[in-house]
């Protein structure tokens, strides 16, 4: 295996917990293989918090211990990444003097961690600062000032935070089954980077993760993160207006989401009308419900979180604006007809985002949207360093002071 790095992924949803090993054979790559693949139901945790201590745990242990059958030996150490509600993007400046005749990464650090203390985050804890643009003397939209002749370096950037005893909760249940945390990467971060290429970063893209209790949503232009937010609803809505316009339970309702709604614009025919009678899905029901009452509810919930994401790029002057896709991943993305109504509510072209591994030795294929958000953290933690983020993500070469810190967890 050489010197390949090798990282295990822990990425923490709201229903699925999903664990990835994976192998680069070098920095920077976004190549990868993927050795192994576990997916763990989780009910313990919901949009702001972990509802059940020990049902985390021992989902997170069901999770881990497949995967470390597979590596002979125990997992000491991963990345993690999540999506909370309690998550937070805000903007924030920061301006030094330069020190020497041209600017050095020592500057650089010197000017993220002005940014970063320069916000009053009480109970919040920053995961991750991202530079939007740098500012040199007089000159705007510097992506690497590094060697550049200045006497003024500012930043805008972007701060990352979410909710101290929120995550303090998930740090412990992750530390007490005997994981190290090697970062935390919002998810916000790591979904974009599973799926998209240079090529749409370039151009201008939005990544819309619709997950099961939130929907991220991270917008990329000329290489640089132009703007993320969190949307603190998702797929989990349509399940429970399901079950509560039908009357039926969660996990009712949730097969019949999943088996039977299709979402279509309200102007479209109805298709024809069928009755699904619940006992297919679950023996004791007597009632039956049509389809196109699914396809009410279901659509009704959709566009409104479409309409919602619509929202924020309007927020950021995006809408119907960026020049190239809008990609969508996540379980929610996989809803039927999606695409058409996203297209007509974001008026951008729309598509379903696949990460794609070079080999795989894995029974569970990862080209599922759903796996964006872990390969995408693996992919992540391969490319930067714990801690600042010196220059605007996806600038390939210019990191010098990265400190990295792998464990082999392979023979
Ligand atoms: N084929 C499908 N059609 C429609 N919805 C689906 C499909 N598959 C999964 N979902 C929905 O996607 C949601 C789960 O998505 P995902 O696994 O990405 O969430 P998560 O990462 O656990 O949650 P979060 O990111 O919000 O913490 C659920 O609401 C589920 O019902
Ligand atoms: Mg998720």
């Avoid at 295996?1 to 976004?30: C, H, L, Q, Y």
């Avoid at 002005?114 to 740098?134: C, H, S, T, W």
């Avoid at 916000?188 to 240079?198: F, I, M, N, R």
Wanted: with cysteine.
């Amino acid at each position: 295996m050489g010197s390949e790095n090798i990282i295990t992924a822990i990425d923490i949803g709201s229903s699925k917990i999903r664990t990835v090993i994976g192998t680069f054979p070098e920095e920077w790559s976004r190549e990868f293989n993927v050795l192994w693949v576990g997916v763990t139901t989780s009910h313990a945790i919901r949009k702001w918090n972990i509802l059940d201590m020990e049902e985390f745990k021992s989902n997170l242990d069901t999770s881990l211990e497949e995967a470390e059958k597979m590596a002979g030996e125990q997992i000491s150490g991963a990345y993690l990444s999540l999506n909370s509600s309690s998550l937070e993007v805000i903007s924030s400046k920061g301006i030094i003097a330069v020190s020497g005749e041209e600017i050095t990464s020592d500057d650089v650090d010197r000017v993220l961690d002005m940014a970063r203390n320069g916000v009053d985050l009480p109970n919040r804890e920053i995961l991750k600062v991202i530079p939007e643009y740098f500012v040199v003397d007089l000159e705007e939209g510097v992506k690497n000032p590094v060697g550049m002749s200045a006497r003024k370096l500012e930043v805008v950037a972007h701060i990352f935070s979410m909710n101290r005893n929120i995550l303090g909760n998930i740090r412990k249940a992750v530390g007490d089954v005997g994981i190290e945390i090697y970062d935390v990467i919002p998810n916000l971060l790591a979904s974009p980077e599973g799926v998209l290429t240079k090529r749409q970063k370039e151009l201008g893209v939005v990544c819309i993760d619709i997950g099961a209790s939130t929907t991220g949503i991270t917008i990329y232009e000329e290489w640089v993160l132009k703007f993320s937010s969190i949307i603190p609803i998702g797929g989990d809505s349509v399940t429970n207006d399901i079950a509560l316009w039908v009357r039926t339970s969660i996990d009712v309702a949730e097969k019949l989401k999943l088996d039977y709604a299709t979402l279509r614009a309200w102007e479209e025919e109805p298709l024809l009308d069928t009755q699904i009678s619940l006992s297919e899905i679950n023996p004791g029901e007597e009632e039956s419900v049509s389809s196109e009452y699914l396809w009410k509810i279901a659509t009704a919930r959709y566009e409104e979180i479409l309409h919602f994401v619509r929202d924020e790029l309007r927020r950021v002057g995006r809408d119907g604006m960026l020049p190239e896709w809008a990609i969508l991943v996540g379980g929610g993305s996989k809803a039927n007809g999606l695409i058409d109504i996203a297209k007509e509510i974001l008026r951008l072209p729309v598509f379903i985002g696949i990460p794609v591994e070079k080999d795989s030795l894995t029974e569970t294929s990862i080209s599922d949207p759903v796996f964006a958000s872990v390969i995408g953290n693996m992919v992540f933690a391969n490319k930067y360093s714990v801690g600042n983020i010196p220059f605007s993500l996806n600038i390939k070469g210019m990191f010098e002071s990265i400190v990295k810190v792998f464990k082999k967890i392979l023979p």
